[in-house]
């Protein structure tokens, strides 16, 4: 992949991975549109990464979750001479409880927003970069699209989508000038997610790696060519031998652990 004074488009940019990846961008001497909700940390994020790196750094304060929100973000992009070579959807949500007690338009809304916005977003971009020959696409899955997570089965389950979605139009385009690329981490410090999926500190601590290191993961099998990549060789070796452990035994194995953190509304 080519960075220096080409443009990339980052979701959930305001804080953890997405952060890190714009600045790790932004290292690289690419032009940023960053889009999350927090209009405020954005600004905070593009001022200091303009100001290091003397490179264009744009935002756009928006709710991906928002059925039209991936459409009006690609308005808003053209409206401003804005075409990114590389596309980066980092944004997503988890909850961690059980999926009974958990409101149904919470759950819905996950779904718009770890899958729906992330394949509309992928949607409009790619036939644009398939047309140039060139471009790049990041999605961000995470270890548990490997197998099924007790109180976490929405979040797992979309995040199995994002895995295999990407690394399906990875054989669909590597051969037209285009790289698709998964990177499905586990916990991951310094990031809001835990917070946002109500897990206890335990948990969003177990055997998590720094944001910076899935970063640089991911864009090290952008430019190997890679479908997808598992950073971390704790985690890459859990999920690469999930399948060998019988799925009953797994499932009780695994609610057994969970249940311990899953949040109770």
Excluded: C
Excluded at 209 to 234: K, N, W, Y
């Amino acid at each position: 992949m080519q960075y220096r004074g080409r443009s990339a488009l980052v979701t959930g940019a305001s804080s953890g991975i997405g952060e890190a990846f714009a600045r790790a961008l932004a290292g690289r001497e690419m032009a940023l549109l960053l889009a999350a909700r927090s209009e405020e940390r954005l600004r905070t994020i593009a001022e200091d990464l303009a100001a290091r790196h003397g490179v264009r750094v744009e935002t756009v304060s928006i709710d991906l979750a928002e059925r039209d929100a991936p459409g009006r973000l690609l308005e808003i992009a053209d409206e401003r001479g804005f075409e990114p070579d590389l596309l980066v959807n980092n944004a997503g949500v988890g909850v961690l409880a059980p999926f009974a007690e958990v409101p149904l338009e919470r759950q819905l809304e996950m779904i718009r927003l770890n899958v729906e916005a992330l394949v509309a977003l992928t949607g409009l971009y790619l036939p644009r970069m398939l047309a140039r020959r060139a471009g790049g696409v990041i999605n961000v899955a995470s270890s548990a699209a490997f197998q099924p997570v007790p109180y976490l089965a929405v979040y797992a389950a979309s995040k199995a989508f994002v895995l295999s979605f990407s690394e399906g139009l990875w054989a669909e385009t590597h051969r037209h000038g285009v790289r698709v690329v998964a990177v499905a981490p586990g916990p991951v410090r310094d990031t809001r997610f835990g917070e946002r999926a109500e897990m206890r500190t335990a948990l969003a601590e177990l055997r998590s790696i720094p944001r910076e290191h899935v970063v640089a993961a991911a864009l090290d099998a952008l430019d190997r060519h890679r479908p997808s990549v598992v950073p971390g060789l704790t985690t890459s070796f859990a999920a690469r031998t999930a399948g060998l452990i019988p799925r009953r035994l797994q499932l009780l194995a695994t609610e057994r652990l969970f249940r311990r953190y899953a949040h109770r509304p």
